[in-house]
């Protein structure tokens, strides 16, 4: 005999299963958690949130709609199916693995497919946009904070020894905080926001701009200063922004970031790992060797050994065992997919990166689409693009590849592709 709360408790999961509605926003809900904590959540987790979205995701609902793509974001999806295909085949069939090391890495490309299915599927509605943008802000205020809280117990020292807190690698931890910023940048441009809500947004900001800062990486300072020259632009062309900008708040926001930027330099660490990295940025004109801290070195290496199997490369191997400087990737994403794929592999890949990002930047050029997606893909894509230029993200890890790929693939979904989506300016 069941006891009444066990009774009420099969009542509502029999209502909840019973109303398609309900499920649905439930299935989207999770899927939109595996992306936006799965930056640094474990593989696993992501993965069930996403195949119990799919589960509870019935009938028509699995339906999708590409009439109302316009022909860049048609061109875009060729291009990424043709990518994928080609990352899928050609080291299966010509790579120098094993064959069974072969067809485990079949696994990455369509893994990465399974999450543009998701977007596709579940990306159709302002609900979708609003909970995205609010668990996004949440993930990335979470992740700064509990780093920042790591680095002060750390002192604030250099530690490329030492993994960060929810990730492994330092540059990692520099790219998870701007891939989430602009969702933060975005909500201040939003009308309706109250005073407070900015305050706290702008706070955040800040936060997650010092972690980014703490990484004491030029990659991620380069990157974040190439999405600030579109960010800033754009937000000034916000009315929400023009309006609220005055001399007392432009006064305040320069005297916080004096302050903080004061308080830094009295942190012994802090200066000397800021100034080693300014010292070295400008080092562009004089030594460039020194500049990219050896990398050139690297990337001729690596090219030598891309012209060696430049037509098909050489599958999934480990690059570590090729390379006779002994770096685990050629610290370039497009060199990298060369060496795995061959050049082919590489001009589809940047293909792809690039007609994504002229799908989303058409949106926000051409049809003066004001809403947050095409923003946030495009801010994406130029982090990627600019820091896969002397990082390697073609063969990274899951946690960074499936939610970069999700994001930059929002270009597809159908709330991108409504009629009316523009706010005036």
Not at 128 to 147: D, E, N, P, Q, Y
Not at 294 to 306: F, G, H, N, P, S
Not at 360 to 368: E, F, G, Y
């Amino acid at each position: 005999m069941d006891f009444p709360y066990v009774a009420q408790i099969k009542c509502r999961v029999r209502g909840f299963m019973g109303d398609d509605g309900r499920r649905f926003r439930m299935a989207q809900t999770l899927f939109i958690f595996s992306i936006c904590f799965g930056w640094y959540l474990p593989d696993l987790l992501r993965r069930v949130s996403l195949f119990a979205a799919l589960l509870l995701t019935k009938g028509k609902r699995r339906d999708i709609s590409t009439d109302r793509w316009d022909s860049f974001t048609k061109f875009a999806m060729v291009t990424l199916c043709v990518f994928l295909a080609w990352v899928i085949l050609d080291p299966m069939l010509f790579g120098d693995e094993a064959l069974a090391e072969r067809l485990k890495g079949v696994a990455r490309p369509i893994e990465v497919a399974l999450w543009v299915y998701g977007v596709m599927l579940y990306a159709r509605d302002d609900f979708f946009v609003k909970r995205m943008s609010a668990l996004s802000i949440s993930s990335g205020i979470f992740f700064a904070t509990v780093s920042f809280i790591q680095r002060a117990y750390l002192g604030f020292a250099k530690t490329d020894e030492i993994e960060w807190v929810l990730c492994k690698y330092t540059l990692h931890a520099g790219m998870i905080i701007l891939a989430l910023l602009p969702w933060l940048f975005y909500k201040l441009t939003e009308a309706g926001e109250s005073r407070r809500r900015k305050q706290l947004l702008a706070a955040g900001i800040i936060e997650m701009v010092i972690v980014a800062v703490l990484t004491y990486y030029l990659t991620i300072m380069v990157s974040l200063a190439a999405q600030l020259l579109f960010i800033v632009p754009y937000m000034l062309s916000s009315r929400e922004i023009r309006h609220s900008l005055s001399l007392k708040n432009f006064s305040l926001a320069l005297l916080v970031l004096i302050c903080v930027f004061s308080a830094a330099m009295c942190v012994k660490d802090i200066k000397k790992e800021v100034f080693d990295q300014y010292r070295q940025l400008s080092m562009i004109n004089r030594d460039f060797s020194d500049f990219t801290t050896k990398r050139d070195e690297i990337w001729t290496e690596a090219m030598d050994l891309v012209r060696l199997k430049k037509a098909t490369g050489f599958g999934w191997v480990d690059y570590y065992d090729y390379s006779k400087i002994r770096k685990p990737h050629p610290h370039s994403s497009y060199i990298e997919a060369a060496f795995h794929t061959g050049m082919l592999g590489a001009l589809l890949y940047f293909a792809s990166i690039a007609s994504l990002f002229i799908a989303a930047a058409k949106k926000i050029v051409v049809d003066k689409d004001r809403s947050a997606v095409p923003f946030v893909v495009v801010s994406i894509l130029i982090l990627f693009a600019v820091a896969g230029s002397v990082e390697s993200f073609f063969y990274v890890r899951r946690q960074i590849m499936i939610p970069f790929w999700s994001t930059a693939c929002l270009v597809f979904a159908p709330v991108m592709c409504e009629e009316k989506r523009t706010n005036p300016l």
